[in-house]
């Protein structure tokens, strides 16, 4: 052990390093892990990058252009310093650089998408719910500043096929009657009759559209909600559509906070 140590601190400080006359003089490196190779060395190996363990003009120990000879922490740092000065340049720069590489970068985001599907989706998914209101904010603009069109793309829809409204409604029905169970009282019916009842008060209260919502959903892909009392609430219909079947909802007036 402590052979080892000593043998380490005496190899790594001092191969190669010298301070220019002059210029600054930095302690001496906390730790060196890169290989020392010359600029010719790394040609001839098909090497993109060298190191000399030298200190540039600037003081940096840092690893340098084969092409150039350029130290790689000065371009580094010339390359902050510019987008602090010009930041709307640099944004432009950078989108003709996205626009150019588009491709390049939907593959590589594919394949990371094909390699760890879990890992992609938990990202989208907080990246969602981080800009959620963004998101949300974006997308209703938009629809309100193409009502129209949006409109008319539903009418289409639905003129080109009049099933594609019935057969959604026969598909919930299908799923309610399968969620409700043995024991469905009068109670349970009572429930979601008022509650249908309240959607329609409300919405004549507050001027937007209100839906009879099962909390925990009855079609859900992880759990699978009954059609019983219990399980109603009466909630904005937009909050309904954002939900899907995907966010379950579990407890009362959980979906306050969404709003
Ligand atoms: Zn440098």
Known sequence: MDGRQSGRQ?????????????????????????EII??????????????????????HISERQVSSGNC????????????????????????????????????LRAQRRRESPDS???????WYYKNRDSVLQKKDAKRKANR?????????????????????????????KRSVPPWFSELDELVWREATR?????????GIKWDADHMIPIKAKTAHGLHVWNNCQ??????NSAKTNKLVMTERNEWLIYI
């Open 148 to 176: 129209e069109k949006y409109n008319k793309r539903q009418r289409d829809r639905n003129a080109a096929d009049p099933t594609v409204n019935r057969y959604y409604a026969k598909l919930r029905n299908a799923a309610i």
């Open 120 to 126: 992609h989706r938990n990202g989208s998914l907080a």
């Open 72 to 107: 790689l922490a000065c371009s580094a740092e010339r390359k902050r310093t510019s987008r602090q000065k010009e930041p709307e340049r640099h944004k432009t720069v950078l989108k003709i650089w996205i626009e150019k590489n588009k491709s390049r970068i939907n593959e």
């Open 198 to 206: 309240l959607t329609q008060l409300r919405f004549e209260a507050t």
């Open 10 to 34: 005496a190899r790594a400080p001092a191969r190669g390093v010298t301070a220019k006359s002059g210029g600054p003089t930095p302690g001496p490196p906390t730790h060196m892990t890169k």
């Open 38 to 59: 010359s600029r010719a060395e790394a040609k001839s190996a098909g090497l993109k990058r060298f190191f000399t363990g030298l200190l540039c003009a600037n003081g």
């Open 234 to 239: 009466v909630i904005p219909s937009s909050l």
